[in-house]
């Protein structure tokens, strides 16, 4: 089992910014993409940014050269560094992380979320 906390979000005007942070615990052999989604109301989850264990990073074309995401492997942790931010990116933010809970990994997969940290962006 592992589990994912989330950090860092709260109520900032638009302009500002944020930092969100993700903790994984638990059972972990390896973590392989961990990542950054968003659910605004009435709409779905959708994609924000991802990172590999090896530093490859993907990113919604809504938030390229405002966010950044970046992860402390010693730590498992990932963060996002939300700069300009937007009324838009209003929204609930959600870790994700996959990986391996153990050896063999390829039979102990395991993709995890966490419980969600609020963003409001005021205008």
């Known amino acids: 089992q592992v589990q994912l906390v989330e950090s860092g979000g709260g109520l900032v005007q638009a302009g500002g910014s944020l930092r969100l942070s993700c903790s994984a615990s638990?059972?972990?052999?390896?973590?392989?993409?961990m990542g950054w989604y968003r659910q605004a109301p009435g709409k779905q989850r959708e994609l924000v940014a991802t990172?590999?264990?090896?530093?490859?990073?993907n990113y919604a074309d809504s938030v390229k050269g405002r966010f950044t995401i970046s992860r402390d492997n010693t730590k498992n942790t990932v963060y996002l560094q939300m700069n300009s931010l937007k009324p838009e990116d209003t929204a609930v933010y959600y870790c994700?992380?996959?990986?391996?809970?153990?050896?063999?990994?390829?039979?102990?997969?395991?993709?995890?979320w966490g419980q969600g940290t609020q963003v409001t962006v005021s205008s």
């Open positions: 994700n992380a996959e990986g391996a809970s153990r050896m063999p990994a390829w039979a102990n997969q395991f993709r995890s």
């Open positions: 638990g059972t972990i052999f390896s973590i392989n993409a």
């Open positions: 990172i590999t264990s090896s530093g490859s990073t």
